[in-house]
């Protein structure tokens, strides 16, 4: 029988131990972009990265496939601005996300409809930085076909401690469901910051 001498077991043990832990990183995150990219190329949810939405209180979620498309169904109870105040149906943007949009116009693109069951007439779409309060939501109307809907926003800061992109859909009726597919954030023009 072939014995290893004992000499060899640290330098084998070492290299296959190394040779686990590469292949297990090898499976980890291989989508992070530096804030540059984010910047350059926009940030995107869609598909699968959906299911990162947050809900407030007064929101349901349920996410869907319907023609190869996945879409979160979103139905609001009750009103932003009713009992526990929240930032609604809504996603947290990481800080390198913050250090690729601060300093910067932003552009949100939502693109969504009212469901084909008690579909919401309209869309309230706001993001939360700081400058930008409860006050500061933006009431759209809602097709029953896919559209995007846009909000444009100057910060009121260069910096940014938080940043929260969110949506409530029309509550004031038994009309209280969207079907969102999309939501793109963009940088535009660079604000007058001092260095």
Do not use: K
């Not at 009121?156 to 938080?162: G, I, M, T, V, Y």
């Amino acid at each position: 029988m072939l014995s290893l001498p004992d000499w060899a077991f640290y330098p084998i043990a070492t290299a296959a131990a190394a040779a686990m832990i590469a292949a297990a990183m090898s499976f980890g995150d291989t989508d992070h972009r530096t804030p540059e990219e984010i910047r350059a190329e926009g940030l995107i949810y869609e598909g699968e990265r959906l299911a990162g939405m947050t809900l407030g209180n007064g929101l349901t979620i349920e996410f869907l496939t319907e023609d190869g498309s996945q879409f979160a169904r979103i139905a609001a109870a009750r009103g932003p601005l009713d009992g526990l105040q929240s930032a609604g149906a809504f996603f947290t943007l990481s800080p390198d996300e913050i250090e690729a949009f601060q300093g910067h116009r932003l552009r949100v693109t939502y693109t969504l409809r009212a469901t084909p069951d008690q579909g919401a007439e309209q869309t309230l779409l706001n993001v939360f930085i700081p400058g930008r309060s409860q006050a500061d939501w933006e009431s759209q109307e809602t097709s029953e076909n896919y559209e995007s809907l846009t909000i444009e926003l100057l910060p009121a800061r260069c910096e940014l401690a938080f940043a929260y992109v969110s949506l409530w859909p029309d509550w004031r009726a038994q009309r209280n469901r969207i079907d969102l597919q999309r939501v793109e954030i963009t940088a535009l023009e660079p604000l007058p910051c001092e260095s």
